[in-house]
């Protein structure tokens, strides 16, 4: 939940709440004004943490504090977090043996550093009556990654997409 939305002290009108301490000890029901009194007696404040519960979840903390916890969680978590980028490699079916080569080096280092990679055949005109080519080159750099040792997991075999016919690999490793 974001801090933002948190209401405090005298922004709470609601008539009654559940309250708990600042010894994380629930109290009950308890009417507003008098969970802000005991709030402002220990010299903390009446934060609602849970809103949408009826009645609303109050606690007695110091909010400053509190907001600094949560802000420290929620950065915790994000650092947690792995962000799988998605490179796109294309070519079209008439692709010299070189050409190929270079775009597969590319796709095994994308592969390498963990991303997912895209791999992207474009027809045009008439070489859309000819999506077996397409196919040829897809199972062709599968084929080379396998010779060259590459670890990965084909996500999604070729499927053919309008005018492009693609396939999805990611790596077996997670960096």
Do not use: W
Not at 5 to 18: A, F, S
Not at 27 to 43: K, L
Not at 44 to 55: F, G, K, R, T
Request: proline share 5%; with cysteine; hydrophobic share 35%.
């Amino acid at each position: 939940m974001a801090t933002k939305e948190l209401r405090t002290n005298r922004q709470i009108r609601i008539p009654e709440v559940r309250l708990i301490d600042s010894d994380g000890i629930q109290r009950g029901v308890v009417p507003t004004m008098e969970a802000i009194r005991m709030a402002e007696s220990q010299g903390l404040d009446l934060v609602e943490i849970a809103p949408n519960s009826v009645p609303p979840v109050c606690r007695i903390v110091d909010y400053g504090k509190f907001r600094y916890e949560q802000e420290k969680r929620l950065r915790e978590s994000k650092k947690k977090q792995t962000v799988v980028r998605l490179k796109e490699v294309r070519m079209q079916p008439k692709i010299d043996r070189h050409d190929l080569d270079f775009k597969t080096k590319h796709i095994r280092e994308f592969l390498d550093e963990g991303s997912k990679v895209k791999v992207t055949i474009r027809f045009r005109g008439r070489e859309l009556a000819h999506p077996e080519l397409g196919k040829e080159v897809l199972d062709t750099i599968v084929d080379l990654l396998n010779e060259s040792g590459a670890g990965f997991n084909l996500d999604k075999p070729a499927t053919m997409e309008g005018k492009t016919m693609s396939i999805i690999l990611s790596s077996k490793t997670k960096k």
